[in-house]
């Protein structure tokens, strides 16, 4: 099993400004890795795929880097609807046996 | 427009059953694999179950195996998932997931998710 590991827990950035989290792969999942954001009592909405291709609709400020094993999501100039929890998630298993990080909280500072 | 809708929740006592569907809507439902992600009560996503668009393919997570089944009718463009032997530990909010692809790819499009809760 590809165990999935986000830091930080909690990060806390003022609006305007800038944010980076970073996800790690157990082992390698070369670009099969997607981000999505989840706000309260929300479903998750799936933000990049490939590591960094945005999804539709997907804010340019959203930009996803890395493969292999190393996977960093940036938001540039953070808006109040940017503040939500972020997971990253690999699909690379075949069979799939597809895991999630265990999120990164994004906080109003 | 891509729409999930997912049924079936509720409370059910340890041990029990449920079924859980998915009402799909807005694209090729055969064309497309399928999952079931769950959120615990305060914690992150699990994926727990998956099938390819034809239904040739189920795949569990190991937390789950030999407990849940699921299937699909794409003649009724509706997504299942049999919930058996349930436990304190499957308390969740299922979330049914549209993958990009025909055998896999990331979450697309994700259902408003159904609570089920298990509990005497």
């Known amino acids: 099993e590809i165990v999935m590991t986000q830091s930080p827990a909690t990060l806390s950035v003022s609006p305007g400004e800038g944010a980076t989290l970073s996800c790690r792969a157990s082992?390698?999942?070369?670009?099969?890795l997607a981000w999505y954001q989840q706000k309260s009592g929300q479903a998750p909405r799936l933000l990049i795929y490939g590591a960094s291709t945005r999804a539709t609709g997907v804010p340019a400020r959203f930009s996803g880097s890395g493969s292999g094993t190393e996977f960093t999501l940036s938001i540039s100039s953070l808006q109040s609807e940017d503040f939500a929890v972020y997971y990253c998630?690999?699909?690379?298993?075949?069979?799939?046996?597809?895991?999630f990080g265990q999120g990164t909280k994004l906080e109003i500072k | 427009e891509v729409q999930l809708l997912e049924s079936g929740g509720g409370l059910v006592q340890p041990g029990g059953s449920l079924r859980l569907s998915c009402a799909a809507s807005?694209?090729?439902?055969?064309?497309?694999?399928m999952s079931w992600v769950r959120q615990a009560p305060g914690k992150g996503l699990e994926w727990v179950s998956g099938i390819s668009g034809s239904g040739g393919g189920t795949y569990y997570a190991d937390s789950v195996k030999g407990r849940l089944t699921i299937s699909r009718d794409n003649s009724k463009n509706t997504l299942y998932l049999q919930l058996n032997s349930l436990s304190a530990e499957d308390t969740a909010v299922y979330f049914c997931a549209k993958l990009r692809g025909l055998r896999t790819g990331p979450f697309d499009f994700w259902g408003q998710g159904t609570p089920v809760t298990v509990s005497s």
């Open positions: 082992q390698s999942v070369s670009t099969t």
């Open positions: 807005g694209f090729t439902f055969s064309s497309y694999a």
């Open positions: 998630q690999q699909y690379s298993d075949w069979p799939p046996r597809y895991s």
